[in-house]
C-alpha cells in the first residue's frame, strides 16, 4: 500500500491544484478577450508570445538558482507577483497594463498549474522530497491534479453565458480573473504552510575522472532533453494558446461551447495522467509516452478536418488523454538524468528548451488562423509531434532500465 507523501509535497500538490483552476479560467477566455477589445490573430499571438518569452528569461535565472537558495521563498515571491498582475487586469481597463500583467502572469498560455517561469523551483523540490517509485506517483498526482483545475476554472467561465449573463462587452471579462488571484492567494497560503526542507545530500567525493565522466553524460543528456523540449514547445505554442481563438473563428461558437470543451479535454487529461503512470510502472516510462503520444498525434491531424465543432471538441478532449497526460511520466524520466544536486539545472533546461519555442509558436499560429488558414497550424504542429516522438524514443529509450531500476529501488539513478 504507497506511503502518505510528506508534508511538503501535499502542499505543494494543493498548491498547483488551486493556481491551475485560475490558468484553465484564462486559457478559455483570455485569447476571446483580446479578440473582443479589437485583437487580430497575429496581435493576440504576440501578447501571448511576450508573456511565453518574459517567462524563459526568468527560467533562465530561477532555475540554477533554485539549487542555491530557498525554494520556499522563490515561490511565495511568484504567488505575490501573479496575484499582483491578476489584480490588476481586475481594477483597471487600461490594455497597456492589461497587457504588462499578463506578460508578467502569463495568462492564457495553460502550464498545468505550474508555477509559470518558477515550475524548475516547484519540481526539483518534489524531487528533492521523495525517490523511486514515491517520486513517480508525486508528479503523477501533480499533474493529474493540474489537470482538474485546470479542468475546472474552463468550466467555470462557461457558467456566466449558460445562465444568461454573457460576455457582450469586453469590461465583462475582467471578472473571470477573480479566478487566478482567488488561486494565488491560495496557493500562497499553501506554500507558506510548508516546511523548508533540507538541502539536497551532497555528491559523494569522487576522483576527478569519474566526476568528469558523469558530469559529460548528465550534459548530454541534458542537451538531448533540451532539443526533444524544443521541438515540443514550438509544436504546443502553434496551438494550445490559441484554441479557444480558434474554435471561435472556425466554428463561431463563444465560451458557453467552448468552455466545457476544454474543460472535458484537461479532465480527460487528467484521466491520461493516471492511465500514463499506470503504463509506465508495467512497460516503461519511455515506452508509455511513445506509445501515448502516438495516439495523441493521430488524434491531432482528425481536428482541422472535423466538419462541426462537437467532433472536433470530441477530438481535441480524446487528445488531451495521450498528450497531457504523459507530462508527470516524462518529468519522472527528466528527473533520473541527473544527481539531485543538479536537478534545478536540468528541470530549468527542460522548462526552458520548451518555453522559448513555445512563445514564438503563438505567433506563427495567430498569423495562419488571421489569415483565415485553420488547417496549416494543425499540420504543422503534427509535423514538429512526429518528429518529438522520433528523437524521444532515440534519445531516451536507452535509460529505461534505469528509470526501472530506480522506480524498484527508490533510489537515484542518473546514466
Request: charged share 15%; proline share 5%.
Amino acid at each position: 500500500m504507497p506511503q502518505r507523501l510528506p508534508h511538503n509535497v501535499r502542499c505543494l500538490l494543493a498548491a498547483r491544484a488551486a493556481r491551475s483552476v485560475g490558468q484553465g479560467a484564462t486559457v478559455a477566455s483570455f485569447s476571446l478577450y483580446l479578440h473582443a477589445l479589437g485583437f487580430g490573430g497575429t496581435a493576440i499571438g504576440v501578447i501571448l508570445m511576450a508573456g511565453l518569452a518574459f517567462g524563459a528569461l526568468l527560467t533562465l535565472i530561477i532555475g540554477p538558482m533554485s539549487d542555491r537558495t530557498s525554494r520556499r521563498r522563490l515561490l511565495i515571491a511568484y504567488e505575490l507577483a501573479a496575484a499582483g498582475a491578476a489584480l490588476a487586469a481586475i481594477v483597471t481597463p487600461n490594455e497597456a497594463v492589461l497587457i504588462a500583467a499578463a506578460t508578467l502572469a502569463g495568462f492564457g498560455r495553460g502550464a498545468n498549474g505550474a508555477a509559470g517561469p518558477f515550475a524548475p523551483v516547484e519540481q526539483a523540490w518534489l524531487a528533492r522530497e521523495v525517490d523511486g517509485e514515491e517520486r513517480r506517483r508525486a508528479l503523477s498526482h501533480n499533474a493529474t491534479l493540474g489537470f482538474l483545475g485546470m479542468g475546472a476554472g474552463a468550466l467555470l467561465v462557461a457558467v456566466p453565458p449558460l445562465l444568461g449573463y454573457g460576455y457582450g462587452a469586453p469590461t465583462s471579462y475582467r471578472i473571470l480573473f477573480t479566478l487566478p488571484l482567488f488561486g494565488s492567494f491560495a496557493s500562497l497560503a499553501l506554500i507558506a504552510w510548508t516546511r523548508e526542507s533540507t538541502p539536497a545530500r551532497a555528491a559523494p567525493v569522487r576522483d576527478h575522472i569519474t566526476e568528469v565522466r558523469i558530469k559529460r553524460d548528465e550534459n548530454r543528456s541534458i542537451r538531448k532533453l533540451a532539443l526533444t523540449g524544443a521541438i515540443n514547445g514550438l509544436a504546443i505554442g502553434i496551438i494550445g494558446p490559441l484554441i479557444a481563438y480558434w474554435f471561435l473563428r472556425r466554428y463561431a461558437h463563444g465560451l458557453s461551447a467552448i468552455g466545457p470543451a476544454l474543460a472535458a479535454s484537461f479532465a480527460l487529461a487528467a484521466l491520461g495522467a493516471m492511465l500514463a503512470t499506470w503504463l509506465g510502472r508495467r512497460f516503461g516510462s519511455v515506452r508509455a509516452v511513445i506509445a501515448m503520444r502516438v495516439i495523441g498525434l493521430a488524434l491531432l491531424l482528425g481536428i482541422p478536418f472535423s466538419p462541426d465543432f462537437g467532433l472536433a471538441a470530441t477530438l481535441y478532449a480524446l487528445r488531451g488523454v495521450f498528450n497531457r497526460g504523459t507530462a508527470g511520466v516524462r518529468q519522472a524520466v527528466a528527473a533520473s538524468l541527473t544527481r539531485a544536486e543538479r536537478r534545478g539545472v536540468a528541470a530549468s533546461v527542460q522548462n526552458l528548451s520548451v518555453q522559448i519555442p513555445r512563445a514564438v509558436g503563438p505567433v506563427i499560429g495567430g498569423w495562419l488562423i488571421h489569415r483565415g488558414d485553420f488547417t496549416a497550424p494543425f499540420l504543422l504542429a503534427a509535423a514538429l509531434q512526429g518528429l518529438y516522438i522520433v528523437l524521444y524514443r532515440r534519445f531516451f529509450g536507452a535509460i529505461e532500465p534505469a528509470v526501472s531500476r530506480e522506480s524498484a529501488t527508490g533510489t537515484d539513478a542518473a546514466p
